[in-house]
């Protein structure tokens, strides 16, 4: 069973810099891993993602702010956030998503809440 567990968010003023972990249990070598966030009232979406050839993917909203890595003899997601803004406050869910050849299953963390105060 995959386990993922998230850690580093917090509150941070405006145009500071929060690191967020996440603690994958078992290998995530050959899997797509990444973030998603939701903020309050809102759908859940996509912030990064990084697939096992170290592709990556930000949504439009975080590009050039947020950098996404992993680290694979780890077993860690990181997501770098810099200069953050008040709508960038949500909770953080990272996320692994394993392919079954026939699909997709997707396992989640419990989210990580991150507040930038204005």
């Known amino acids: 069973q995959v386990q993922l567990v998230e850690s580093g968010g917090g509150l941070v003023q405006a145009g500071g810099s929060l690191r967020l972990s996440c603690a994958v249990s078992?290998?995530?070598?050959?899997?797509?891993v990444g973030w998603y966030r939701q903020a309050p009232g809102k759908q859940r979406e996509l912030a990064a993602s990084?697939?096992?050839?170290?592709?990556?993917t930000y949504a439009d909203s975080v590009k050039g702010r947020f950098t996404i890595s992993r680290d694979n003899a780890s077993n860690m997601v990181y997501l770098q956030m810099n200069s953050l803004k008040p709508e960038d406050t949500a909770v953080y869910f990272c996320?692994?998503?394993?392919?079954?050849?026939?699909?997709?299953?997707?396992?989640w963390g419990q989210g990580t809440q991150v507040t930038v105060s204005s």
């Open positions: 996320y692994l998503a394993l392919n079954l050849g026939s699909g997709w299953r997707y396992y």
């Open positions: 078992g290998s995530m070598r050959i899997n797509n």
């Open positions: 990084i697939t096992s050839s170290e592709s990556i």
